[in-house]
């Protein structure tokens, strides 16, 4: 099961950078409107915890916790520039007053480094 869920987020990693998909694409499409939350990385000494979704947290893992949406639910995180496809990996609330806990490799990716307001959507 572990390396399934390796597999998944590493494909997950692969297909992270991207504005919104062309015709024919393989990712999902995006679902609804663009909201806004509050995110911010979390802590990096988690590493090599296992959350309650089961993913093991790694320095290359890419993913966010939340406190509604279901482990595995697909969505698209913007900030700036860039659009990520993740999934929630970690249940619970983010970092004192946020609603996403970003894992450190997807802040990265977006050039996080404290609570800022990001975009998401569903993903189908």
Not at 20 to 28: E, K, R, V
Not at 30 to 49: F, H, I, K, M, S
């Amino acid at each position: 099961m572990a390396g399934v869920l390796l597999a998944a987020l590493i494909g997950l990693a692969v297909a992270s950078h991207f504005r919104d998909s062309p015709a024919g694409s393989t990712l999902p499409a995006r679902v609804g409107n663009w909201y806004q939350a509050r995110a911010a990385p979390l802590r990096a000494d988690l590493e090599g915890t296992t959350t309650a979704c089961g993913v093991e947290l790694g320095s290359h893992t890419m993913g966010l916790a939340d406190p509604v949406l279901p482990c595995g639910a697909k969505i698209y995180v913007g900030y700036g520039g860039e659009d990520v496809l993740t999934q929630v990996i970690a249940t619970g609330p983010g970092p004192a007053g946020t609603r996403f806990g970003l894992s450190p490799a997807l802040a990265q990716s977006l050039g996080i480094e404290r609570p800022v307001t990001i975009r998401w959507s569903y993903a189908r």
